[in-house]
């Protein structure tokens, strides 16, 4: 046993064949190595954690990004929609207002003729009804339309003439031109109803004449005075 014990000191011991003697390092130097491979550690970690939480806020904005894809989407559609319906019930309205106004023209239209065909037994009466004067293309160009009717008795036609005059101004003086019949009541345009008669047509002003209104006359057959006289403006 004692041959062993010896035999162990000779190789770990002091008197071992090889023994190597080392400095112990300074305590600062182990400091540092400590906190080197706490740091390390440390950037291993926070690198494993920022690298999922990049991952998982990469994956919600491509999720975001695509829910504002679908909004944006749904968003044109919708105002698409609402266009539509805007358009539609703006042709609804203009279509209303159309029937509408048409609804009354016809109520006068038919008031009108109504009153025209009653029969009475008073004396005829003939009526400029109504006349309407609207500028043309060219300068100095007009259209007319006017309307004369007999009412109360129907026993006979009404016959005679229409003359149109525009009354002006030229050269600072007043001057009257006749556009449809000439001078005479004999030279008009002819008029021959029982019931009803539109007349319409276009006339153009001289250059020279400033043209402020149109004037209209009707004379019955056989008679130099006119039975009906009517003007209108032709300045606005």
């Known amino acids: 046993m004692r041959r062993l014990v010896r035999l162990i000191r000779q190789h770990f011991g002091p008197a071992a064949p090889h023994v190597a003697v080392h400095a112990e390092p300074p305590w600062y130097w182990r400091l540092i190595l400590v906190m080197a491979l706490l740091a390390t550690g440390y950037m291993v970690g926070y690198w494993r954690y920022a690298g999922g939480n990049a991952a998982a806020l990469r994956e919600q904005v491509t999720r975001l990004e695509q829910e504002n894809k679908l909004l944006h989407t749904q968003a044109i559609h ?3 929609q609402q266009q539509v319906t805007n358009v539609a019930q703006t042709d609804l309205t203009k279509d209303l207002t159309t029937l509408q106004e048409d609804n009354v023209r016809l109520k006068e239209d038919l008031a009108f003729y109504k009153s025209i065909l009653e029969e009475s037994t008073g004396v005829a009466v003939v009526k400029l009804h109504s006349l309407k ?8 160009e007009y259209q007319y339309r006017l309307l004369l009717i007999q009412s109360g008795k129907h026993d ?3 016959q005679g003439s229409l003359q149109l005059a525009v ?3 030229q050269d600072g003086k007043p001057v009257t031109h006749v556009v449809l019949g000439g001078k005479s009541p004999q030279q008009g345009s002819k008029v021959n109803f029982k019931y009803y008669q539109p007349l319409e047509g276009s006339f153009t002003v001289p250059a020279p004449i400033s043209a402020q209104s149109l004037q209209a006359k009707f004379f019955q057959a056989g008679s130099s005075e006119p039975k009906l006289t009517q003007v209108v403006s032709l300045t606005d």
């Not at 004067?133 to 100095?140: H, I, K, N």
């Open 167 to 169: 009354i002006g101004m």
């Open 156 to 158: 006979k036609n009404v």
């Open 78 to 80: 919708v105002e698409r």
């Open 133 to 140: 004067v609207s500028r043309g293309e060219r300068a100095g």
